[in-house]
Antibody
Framework: QVQLVQSGAEVKKPGASVKVSCKAS????????IYWVRQVTGQGPEWMGW????????GYAQNYQGRVTMTRNTSINTAYMELSSLRSEDTAVYYC??????????????WGQGTLVTVSS | ETVLTQSPATLSLSPGERATLSCKTS??????LAWFQQRPGQAPRLLIY???HRAPGIPARFGGSGSGTDFTLTISSLEPEDFAIYYC???????FGQGTRVEIE
């Protein structure tokens, strides 16, 4: 079955960077976009950006432009999201999701299990 | 940017009852809307896409309707596992609503 498995929890200091991985299995990795979403405790999810594993092209939400980079390694079916210049407000659970072509769009289906990133001095 | 407003914030119901959740958008989005379920400690799960189509594997008690700016998610008869938070999402910049919590009364 289609599965996305993310890397483990991270604790970072303000100003540092974090790189979260998302390993795909059960489908052709290069055939579907990967999205990244974050969720602060008690809030709704927030889309961060997308990456096309085939071309490597990516696009980022305005809130994250200049601070986020989405990449991939097709040899191991893994996508990455790196967020730099971390601040306490970046403490959240970060999810990857596959763009599953359903109807009109690449809706987010399924999702990885999430990676908790804690930013604290 | 299209804003999604969900109501109510919390819905208190009993198992077997019908749940009706609302999502209103600040602009006309046709039927480009999805619904997700999020159980505690889990990732969101796609329920409905294109406003009214159930995702693969989703039980028939989940139904979606609406177009333009007004959308509804209906759970015809609540099962114990349905008590969770529900989010709507639209395709323009993939923004989400703030969620409706369905809790046991």
């Amino acid at each position: 079955q289609v599965q996305l498995v993310q890397s483990g929890a991270e604790v970072k200091k303000p100003g540092a960077s974090v790189k979260v991985s998302c390993k795909a299995s059960g489908y052709s990795f290069t055939s579907h976009d990967i999205y990244w979403v974050r969720q602060v405790t008690g809030q709704g999810p927030e889309w961060m950006g997308w990456m096309n594993p085939s071309s490597g092209n990516s696009g980022y939400a305005q809130n994250y432009q200049g601070r986020v980079t989405m990449t991939r390694n097709t040899s191991i079916n893994t996508a990455y999201m790196e967020l730099s210049s971390l601040r306490s407000e970046d403490t959240a659970v970060y999810y990857c999701a596959r763009g599953g072509r359903l109807g009109s769009s690449n809706w987010f289906n399924p999702w990885g299990q999430g990676t908790l990133v804690t930013v604290s001095s | 940017e299209t804003v999604l407003t969900q109501s109510p914030a919390t819905l208190s119901l009993s198992p077997g009852e019908r749940a009706t959740l609302s999502c209103k958008t600040s602009q006309d989005i046709s039927t480009y809307l999805a619904w997700f379920q999020q159980r505690p400690g889990q990732a969101p799960r796609l329920l409905i896409y294109d406003a009214s189509h159930r995702a693969p594997g989703i039980p028939a008690r989940f139904g979606g309707s609406g177009s333009g700016t007004d959308f509804t998610l209906t759970i015809s008869s609540l099962e114990p596992e349905d008590f969770a938070i529900y989010y709507c999402q639209q395709r323009d910049n993939w923004t989400f609503g703030q969620g409706t919590r369905v809790e046991i009364e």
